[in-house]
């Protein structure tokens, strides 16, 4: 089922548009080449080496995209947001502003919201919200269990008929393995998504962050990557007993990566995420007790980094996304062991993922997939593709263009970012949803 986007539509019909001369990269077709793209109608009507000097449309916009390169717009699959209930940490309308900064043209809201979306009338206001404000594609995730609480089910039939994409409890992890099978279960005959998060909070108990020598040298409590792992191999286990689609929302360990490729060569019917925070920095990052870096996971050691990032390139971890997390200068600036964990990433996505690149860790190609085409057909998109008869959601991307990130740069309504003032290479210069232009970096 192609889920349906809830977004601003433009004022005015857009003229079509013509871009020549760029670099494409579309991993949904393998394709890295210069070209020219064409849209009329906010559809993809050609696209590669092939539609350059075709013509196009009297009154036709054009762009001489020399020395860009154009992208599928990027999916975020894990972004949190405060509306409805927290709209002093973030908006629908500010978090696709931020989104679109980064070269994001869908977003995949989690269920953490007040009230919690676990009835089709709460995700029809998020969509109805979308619609009205956002500048981007927004798709509401809905929880797993009624109030988060980890007790009763949710009408996932009904959700996803009213046009749910997929079903999670968020930052939270179901400890009784008896519900998680009759979720699992369900979710199987209604082919619905569980997308779940493996941290057990009893593990995890009072630890603030990774548990070894750098917590006991800051005096910090440390949670055990058992937390992570135990849950991870359950889940596991049940994914392959009811043959649902499952997808463990966030590792952050090397050995939950060979977890999850130990199940893959069993053809289970498995994904995995991971956040480009836990790819980009580990524990030491925490330095003199940084509260914007306690995360939830939390920052690993470097060898875990190292090990994800090998996940990624081999494709054992099939998506990267921000885990955008808005929280405001009263819960960020408390004590580490006080602080409320999350930080924000959507505009930063892009930027810290082609650090990757920079330094031949992942190949673009397989950047660009993990964070469009592959979490696009997780969710059932018609999204995360450059290929004709699609929206034509895409990002012009300067590779070759250094930034300083500082807080004047943030669009997102809170400022918690890991990347506060970090040097970057690659700069989104515009993006455009439906064909329709949403965010330029010259205006």
């Not at 539609?51 to 020399?66: E, F, M, S």
């Not at 981007?136 to 809905?142: E, H, I, L, R, S």
């Not at 009763?152 to 749910?164: F, N, P, R, S, W």
């Amino acid at each position: 089922m192609i889920a349906s986007a809830h977004r601003l539509p433009p004022q005015q019909p857009d003229r079509p548009l013509l871009v020549e001369n760029v670099r494409i990269v579309d991993p949904s077709r393998r394709l890295d080449g210069i070209g020219s793209l064409l849209t009329t109608d906010g559809t993809i009507v050609a696209c590669g080496p092939d539609a350059a000097n075709q013509g196009a449309p009297d009154g036709t916009k054009r762009i001489d995209g020399r020395g860009l390169t154009l992208l599928p717009g990027l999916v975020d699959a894990r972004v949190f947001i405060g509306e409805p209930g927290g709209e002093h940490l973030e908006t629908i309308r500010t978090a696709s502003l931020a989104a679109a900064a980064g070269g994001v043209t869908s977003i995949l809201t989690m269920p953490d919201t007040k009230p919690v979306i676990d009835d089709v009338a709460i995700a029809e206001f998020v969509m109805r919200t979308a619609r009205d404000n956002a500048v981007v594609n927004v798709f509401p995730a809905a929880a797993l269990t009624k109030g988060l609480e980890g007790r009763d089910m949710t009408e996932i039939g009904l959700l996803k008929d009213a046009g749910v994409a997929a079903f999670t409890d968020g930052r939270h992890t179901i400890s009784d393995p008896a519900l998680l099978r009759r979720i699992m279960t369900y979710a199987k005959d209604r082919d619905a998504l569980v997308m779940h998060s493996t941290q057990d909070a009893r593990l995890t108990g009072r630890g603030v962050m990774n548990e070894g020598l750098f917590a006991s040298w800051l005096g910090l409590p440390g949670a055990p990557g058992e937390a992570e792992i135990i849950p991870l191999e359950r889940d596991l286990r049940l994914a392959a007993l009811t043959g649902c689609r499952y997808h463990a929302a966030e590792l952050s360990l090397a050995e939950s990566a060979q977890v999850l490729r130990t199940a893959k060569r069993r053809h289970v019917n498995v994904s995995g995420g991971v956040s480009i925070n836990h790819l980009s920095l580990n524990e030491n990052d925490i330095g003199e007790y940084r509260t914007f870096f306690r995360l939830s996971p939390p920052l690993r050691g470097e060898d875990d980094r190292l090990a994800l990032v090998e996940a990624v390139r081999d494709g054992t971890i099939d998506v990267i996304h921000s885990a955008h997390d808005p929280q405001d200068a009263e819960g960020k600036r408390r004590p580490f062991t006080e602080a409320e964990s999350g930080a924000i990433g959507l505009e930063t996505l892009l930027a810290a993922a082609l650090r990757l690149h920079f330094t031949s860790d992942v190949s673009l190609m397989r950047l660009v997939e993990t964070m469009s085409t592959a979490p696009a057909r997780l969710l059932g998109l018609d999204r995360g593709t450059l290929q004709p008869g699609r929206p034509a959601d895409f990002a012009l991307v300067d590779l070759d263009a250094p930034f300083l990130f500082d807080e004047t740069m943030i669009r997102s309504k809170s400022k918690n970012t890991v990347f506060e003032n970090a040097r970057f290479q690659g700069r989104v210069v515009q993006t455009y949803v439906g064909g329709h232009l949403v965010y330029d970096a010259e205006s």
